[in-house]
């Protein structure tokens, strides 16, 4: 039997910032900067809140030179939130980080979109355009870690090999623990929406299979190919 999804309501969705609300008090209570926290928070209501109208015209347009800049505004802003934390950025590392996020996401995204779902025309927004947004952000999360502890360990004067593996490893953790809970401690997003949707568990699982292999390679390539830009000539 198939089911439909509750509309959520404002004010309704105002309930779900109830815990979220309790974080934010630990972080005052402890005396814990929570500029930052605020910041994300707001950002994350406002772009998400605009996202659904903005999407509406991106998925009824028909035009791949809308999508493909669309693509790249979405790798520009995740090359520069990956490397934000870090001290001194200048336009090599953004373009190290583009680069990498870039050709590693194209490789996955091209390898799904066209080998095993074979979407027609490949610039169908409806699919490309939230594979594409999960690509990204898995491979921004591993530039992201890879850097920080990449720089980190150059800066105790560790060698280049040594940095390196080290903080490969590191940016991959999250995704082998993914890889160890799903199904077990966790049923993530697509595999969750797809079941509430009314879509049969054992498609659903197909799904996300798909998925963890996408998000656990984006991750890999986009850090390694960014760590091997760093090496010493």
Not at 166 to 181: E, G
């Amino acid at each position: 039997m198939e089911t439909s999804l509750t509309n959520i309501s404002l004010i309704k969705l105002a309930i779900a910032m109830m815990p979220v609300a309790l974080v934010f008090i630990i972080f005052f209570y402890w005396s814990l900067p929570t500029k930052r926290i605020l910041h994300a928070i707001i950002r994350m209501l406002v772009q998400l809140l605009l996202v659904g109208y903005f999407l509406s015209y991106i998925f009824s347009s028909d035009s791949a030179w809308i999508i493909g800049l669309l693509l790249m505004v979405m790798i520009s802003v995740s090359s520069w939130i990956a490397l934000n934390n870090l001290d001194g950025l200048s336009f090599k590392l953004f373009a190290q980080a583009f680069i990498a996020i870039f050709a590693s996401s194209f490789i996955v995204l091209l390898t799904v979109t066209q080998g095993v779902l074979q979407v027609s025309p490949w610039y169908d927004a409806k699919t490309l355009v939230p594979l594409a947004g999960m690509i990204f952000a898995n491979a921004m999360n591993s530039v992201s870690l890879s850097a920080e502890r990449f720089f980190t360990e150059r800066q105790r004067n560790q060698s280049y090999k040594i940095a390196r593996n080290t903080a490969f490893q590191t940016s991959m953790i999250p995704n082998i623990n993914a890889l160890f809970a799903v199904g077990i401690v966790s049923l993530p997003g697509m595999m969750t929406g797809q079941i509430l949707s009314g879509v049969s568990p054992f498609i659903a699982a197909r799904y996300q299979i798909m998925v963890m292999c996408m998000i656990f390679a984006s991750a890999g390539l986009a850090s390694a190919l960014f760590l091997r830009f760093n090496k010493p000539h």
